[in-house]
């Protein structure tokens, strides 16, 4: 059975991916995940706030003891104690290249440009395959319009691609006004790979303490219907490969994404639920159900039920939401 797959310019041997999350941040892991089966591996995401919270405390340390009598060896900044930022991130790539034979794809997560956007090419001369642009920008301002949005997206994008020659991924959440029309631009601006969607955590409250608080609850397989209809609408429109996120659990979950246009599918929370062998599980019964349904390749069936593919194309726009409505 051909299950290999191409994803911005990667040649995968199947479109299983391990996404960013503490799996990929042991190195350990890492191994158990290709030996499981998986084709690529996405790491855990670097964030903008831990490059500035760097930068700051390499200032705030050479700094130290600046006011003081030349003697005074012990007022030299102590860079070995309580120092760790994105080096170890660095540090942590070159370790996952040298440990497994598939491609390593970093993660970048950031809501401006600037200076941050040089650690991609940190990241590539670290061994980095490929960049995942993870942009998570929350409009809270009243000032903000959508058109702002859009062009903070693409000036990210923009300034990545000249810090770095490796592909590039800018993985989006589903909050855009013309979806469509955001994807085609990043397609023109020069993203390698679109990954839909990201899932943005939302905070929770505590009537014991009166605080505000993080809440982690897992995907469930129906937070995948998102990420399938935009799959499939893109399908054929933009020239960047598609990969899916969010609720992936089951080798059924991948392949109705294939099916829809994806050339990866993402998987995150089921692998942090049922362990990293779960992987060659999902993979086993891919591969039983192709053989069942006398599929040859993974090629073969990818893009089969896009929106322009299928006969009724209206089954992913309007139409959908009219039948849900009346087939309770």
């Not at 949005?149 to 693409?154: C, F, G, K, V």
Request: hydrophobic share 40%; net charge negative; proline share 4%.
């Amino acid at each position: 059975m051909d299950l290999k797959t191409s994803y911005m310019g990667l040649n995968l041997s199947n479109p299983l991916v391990p996404g960013a999350s503490p799996l990929t941040a042991d190195v350990e892991s890492c191994k158990q995940l290709e030996d499981a089966g998986a084709a690529a591996l996405v790491l855990p995401s670097l964030f903008q706030e831990q490059i500035m919270h760097e930068s700051e405390e390499l200032s705030r340390r050479m700094l130290e003891g600046t006011e003081s009598f030349p003697e005074a060896l012990t007022y030299f900044p102590n860079f070995e104690e309580g120092f760790i930022g994105p080096e170890s991130y660095l540090e942590h790539i070159r370790k996952v290249k040298e440990a497994v034979d598939i491609p390593v794809i970093a993660s970048l997560n950031g809501i401006t440009t600037g200076g941050w956007v040089d650690y991609s090419q940190l990241m590539v001369q670290a061994g980095a395959d490929a960049i995942e642009l993870n942009i998570y920008f929350l409009a809270t301002g009243t000032e903000m319009t959508s058109g702002a949005i859009e062009t903070i997206y693409s000036s990210i994008l923009q300034e990545t691609k000249l810090a770095m020659k490796k592909p590039i991924a800018v993985k989006i959440g589903p909050y855009f006004s013309a979806l469509a029309n955001m994807a085609k631009r990043l397609d023109d601006d020069g993203a390698d790979a679109i990954v839909l969607f990201n899932r943005f955590y939302q905070p929770d409250i505590d009537l014991e303490t009166l605080e505000v608080k993080p809440d982690l609850v897992m995907s469930t397989q129906y937070a995948n219907r998102t990420s399938l209809r935009w799959i499939a609408i893109l399908r054929g429109q933009i020239g960047a490969s598609l990969a899916a996120s969010q609720g992936i659990h089951t080798h059924e979950d991948v392949l109705k994404m294939i099916m829809a246009g994806a050339d990866i599918t993402q998987m995150t929370g089921s692998l942090l639920t049922n362990g990293n062998s779960y992987l060659s599980t999902v993979l086993e019964n891919l591969t039983r159900w192709m053989e069942e349904k006398e599929y040859e390749s993974l090629e073969q069936m990818k893009g089969c039920l896009c929106m322009k593919s299928v006969a009724d194309p209206a089954a992913f726009e309007r139409a959908n939401y009219m039948k849900t409505l009346y087939s309770w």
